[in-house]
């Protein structure tokens, strides 16, 4: 919706993506937010919640490509195969589908799909693209992309340690994956895997590769699902996989052996934006309940309105601010990458990727305490979605780490500096006093003359 | 653990207190938490969830009566049937209870059913208390205490409306509950209901009442139980239930009609305690986990073990800081109803509802981020301890009721004290302006003179 | 210094206005900071305190002159005295502004002169421009607001009581003013004082009038000034005056009586982000202070420099962080000002009144604990940072004000249409749900046949 | 008064005491409070602040003595020289000195004097004693701690490099020092002072020494007093001062040469008790001065008492929580030196270090913010009590010095053991599934089967 797009970015929207933004937030307000609950229903109990795929799914999905809300991820200028819209405007598109479950894949903008495309359609040959990159831009098949690892510490990914070895035409993997997204659903038809097929290389950048593994490969063993507190998020869900003599012919090599790293950070920075104002639009989801629910006549403890207790309304204020400024944030990083690529977007990515889903916490969890029990339970969005927005703090590399990084930067950056120009400062201070035939007043500077009195 | 007394209550313990302390730690170090997992397996899947009942938990109940870990909840000198420990006494043990899912169970203290045996064993009569309190305090039956409501805002015990209306010589209960913990079990066979009785009486406070409702009356439909987090905490789950013309005899009103608001005030002082304490258990396990993973030396990011990192050391000690003032609040309330009893601890009660929860939460997020992906996960307790303690914050009143009413109380108690105080004070001090003949100095009081100049 | 324009604002900057800012930035750096120890100097000791007009002040306002820095703040389109700036271009100077005491003056853009100036250039009649507005913007004079009284609630402008009384031709006041910033200067000439002419008028907002009061009229007194944590803030100072039956001619009346509340409304906008935007400087300043802190070769403590620990690290990069939101905020603010008017960017305005202020404690406050003693000493320039910005968050009206009035803002807004928009979409889904024929699932829904068993 | 000793802890505290903290009580709230404004007045202005030595400090002493409210501090068992209460009983009293300005020094149990006596107690010999401690204990001269330096990092005592030197009979010494706190007093006679002595040491705790030095011993300087926010705090003040070849007889060394590690040690424990405590004390006043503001019906923004604001209530119902957490935690550090001695104590001590300041400051910053522009000012105790609680997280070694060493300290307790607790709760759960005859369950495990059908 246009009344979103904070007036310093409007400027920079064409008219086509404010049409497109309308009819996005119609069709995520209108059409995925109610289907949300059928999407539930139709996943089912039990063990059929990992067989079953949602007929809803695919109903949304013919109505988003008559709608033309098709792949709108896909950054102009970046991809050929782009729609056409700038990274700020897909930006402010996906915080629209951040507010429904089933909004993003309905749109074939779904992650990890997302990053896998834009890996396929940045580093894949043509084969490549042809046999995978195809089907997922028309949403007939997903993927999943595996690098986390159980035995690791993997929020520092020289220590992914999955074995790929050579053998003739082939590489062989060997190790355990953990939280691979969507690998429970049974159309995901695709692994993008990261491993290490150099280990003795000295330049611990080359060591590691990205391949291409079709999931039913044999060898393959999905052992089981994690949850995500309590919930299991199936079908998609986030899979424990082993590869056992996993085999796949060398030309499923993406790139080429020892680039997974260029892969990787090729990989991270746009998506961490899409996550980012899906998570704004989370948030501004829950203050629309918040906002419901302190207008509910029959809520009214000690006689008052909730919206009539001030506690409440500074709780509202404090959300707005908090999501504006968290908007603007994300904006600004998806121009910066629009205009200066994401590498030169490193800083206001790792700014969006630390501050959102703080704030994004925080409105949900006091739109959850204006609720009470209601709030933690299935009757609202609001515990889905907190459990969901935690786990961004984590993903792509815990807040620690990045904020270690960015601090670490930012010495660099400006540490020496601020000492020459303080020093500097400091010493056209001195020749000031020497000009104007002062000296710095100290207090008490006369004291030692006191002394002598004892 | 007799090491986790603070030292400031250590003389108030008993020795048979601390034996008793150090065979309840071992008895849930050594025999509960290895059972949990048995616990989860146990319960089962889909629908069963709600029929099984898990054989360990009897199995545990049979060690805890063996090893004289049986009923402690039930303060001496208020229960006659109490085993005689004091609420401090007990606090502690709870804080070891809390580190489990099964242990409170297994020894007779679990919540509902503590509060339950309270309101029975204080208001009940003697038929109530055979047909009820002893199968309770057997461990033979399950109870569930129900109060809160779908459409009103229960925070405000005023509001409730499940409607009694007295028929000879039945009440007829229409109406609805929710969040009433313990009813999927297959063994809650009784339910304490609250409800609106007469709701004409000029004293607000005397419109409810409490009446005791045997679970397989007729008119009783358990609609669903509400999640938590997206756990469902089966069997026990939180159960919303319809009463449509249910009919009990009128001997099962507790202590005569219109006397509800008497009953809920004399339950809930010490269950908050219990709550309480065994959120600080939950603290101190999630805390262990923190430090277990943060040695684990498969975990190094960027070459150090993440007890190297300085940020993850501040986590600790924050986190040790604020779970022993969290005990020491804690200790104080109880000793606090030890010697005045729940009426004359309302404030320190209170102020162990607001600030122990906070506290745990605290420290199991930050443990949640030590481990990053598996933090959120089945594979460690962090998960549903958390969505377990954020109810916290919630039942019984959420936190803002109790901050609004001790403000109020503060401000009743200490505000005329306080203007008088600072009244007097500046009296005294301009008779010792006078006495030294003095006047006070202000900053820039001769600029007046000064102005003249222009 | 152009570096610090976000690339979301850049393209609205115009080439002078970059050009301008990186004068101002080296004028700052150069020549303000440097020299505001000597300004300190020239303030001298005692009574002189408020005497004294230190030389560098003259000089710096020459240099200023020279290099065409010299009332910038005065918007673009709405003064036809403008120098040619939008407030959004303004801004960004002011931000660098913001890091030395004597820049603002310097450049003829200090507060309160800033607002005082937009009033008579907004609301003056020609008299009244040629007599105060003419010599305020040559820089010859200064001025004060009294508005603030000692003795009400002056967060609440109705409460205001300063009594104005008609007699004849003249305007007769009397009542008390305080935080009147600036009295104390003796280059302080005129009075810009809101009072209750009219306190019966049915409407409360015509109750109150703004009038011109020169500096020395007979029956002012200025009892003292104020401190801000022991800050005098002189020669500036923050006022506390009576006025004793001061006459003043009818035509100092500003725009007509009754219409003080038109005027400070309009005054108060452009000056809340002049505020926030050396808030920003004097944040950006902190962080410079505390790099240099952390790459001392002299401080090392346990062996190691302050940039080598993690804790400090993440210290920086939330700084970073939290600076960079709090500066785009203000930034949208500033650019809502320019297209839509001060009126127009009402929710805006304030969420930089109540962000920035924030950011701007933590960062200093942190800076302060990184050097220790000299953090809280006249050795850095933190401390007295750190009072002046903390009277940010309550001058022009407390936080707690503009939270509530936000808050309830955005229900308004928002509430109904929130409620409308969720309880359609759950229509919908209900008709989706009867559409593909099907029923919500609910966990435990299938329990109550369970309980015939009983 | 006796209404603030927590019930927890009312039973250590003898009759006695008792009786004494109602003294103290109304000593500081009668007679000190009061006095507080004629201490600044008698101070003065300008340079005479610090010659000045206000006469209202003997007529309080005089009347302290009188009514046996002196030396409280020296603790009964550690000291002969003790009046008899413990350190939880002083610590109750030293709550009520800090509430004012003037108190402690009245009760002669002003620091750094408090821990120069207890230095000089317990580490001087007779003939020290008789020169230095026994006047510091009738309150007739004054004292300084001379440890911080101004060119190194000192939160880290190993870093300390005053040059002592022994020449024949003497020792020399040179360098500077800082926040040397009360040498600005005229009665200051006597510094001791902290310097290396066997820098070559291969024992890093062996290269320092304490010897004594008589304020007007030739050589050395004050340069300047250093100030704390806008505050100067003469006249104690905070020295900067030099040493050139200043000489002392080597009869005053303390203790023996190579042992200052060993005092500086005993010297902190019981201090941090004393600061923590005044903090309580300031806290509870700044409450008070809210509670009053609160209250006040001339101040009514928008129609209603500041009390009747939900914001505001909120605001007291938190410091009374944090407040009344803090005191619990220092009591609980004070009774754990009494039973185990300060080396026991360690991390009790540095709980109470880290979180009561914290409490403070947040308490008087809500204060302040209740009281708006006032709150600033000299008009309330506020501004002045939030500087020097400020300084409380840094004197004695910065919060985060300390929260690296407790976390460091748990995980060296708690690590290894939390690990094979873990473990072995594992192990058992293992054992458990056998003998149940189970597996665990997991969500999706049978995912594998499916996937062959693609």
Known sequence: MSDRIPLIAANRVSDN??????????????????ADPILSAQIGEGHARWENHPAIVEDLKEEAKKLGL??????????????????????????????????????NCAAPDTGNMEVLAKYGNEAQKKEWLAPLMDGKIRSAFLMTEPNVASSDAQNITLNMKQEGNEWVLNGSKWWSSGA?????????????????????????????????TPGITIHRMLSVYGFDDAPHGHGHISFDNVRVPASNMVLGAGRGFEIIQ????????????RAIGAAERALEWMLMRIN??????????????????????????????????????????????????????AEAKVFVPRVTLEVIDKAVQAFGGAGVSQDTPLASMWANSRTLRIVDGPDEVHLQQM?????????????????????????MFAKYNLKPSQIGDQIQFQKSRM
């Open 17 to 34: 993506a404010k049409k497109t933004l309308d009819i996005v937030k119609k069709f995520v307000e209108e059409r995925c937010i109610p």
């Open 70 to 107: 098709w792949n709108m991820f896909l950054a102009k200028g970046h991809y050929k195969e782009s729609p056409g819209f700038t990274n700020l405007e897909y930006g402010l598109m996906a915080e629209h589908l951040g507010k429904s479950r089933v909004a993003s894949e309905a749109c």
């Open 184 to 216: 429970g659903d049974p159309r995901c038809k695709i692994y993008i895997v990261m491993g290490k097929s150099d280990g003795g290389n000295k330049d611990p950048y080359k060591r590691q590769s990205v391949i291409l593994v079709p999931a039913n």
């Open 266 to 277: 090729g990989r991270l920075g746009p998506g961490r934006i899409h996550h980012a104002m």
């Open 296 to 349: 509910d006549p029959k809520k009214k403890p000690f006689g008052k309105n909730l919206r009539e207790h001030g506690v409440i309304l500074e709780w509202v204020a404090k959300a707005r601010v908090e999501i504006d400024a968290a908007r603007l944030i994300v904006c600004n990083a998806a121009i910066t990458i629009d205009e200066l690529g994401a590498k030169g977007a490193l800083t206001e990515i």
């Open 407 to 431: 601090g670490r930067n930012e010495n660099k950056k400006r540490g020496a500096l601020a000492t020459a120009t303080i020093n500097k400062q400091q010493e056209t201070t001195n020749q």
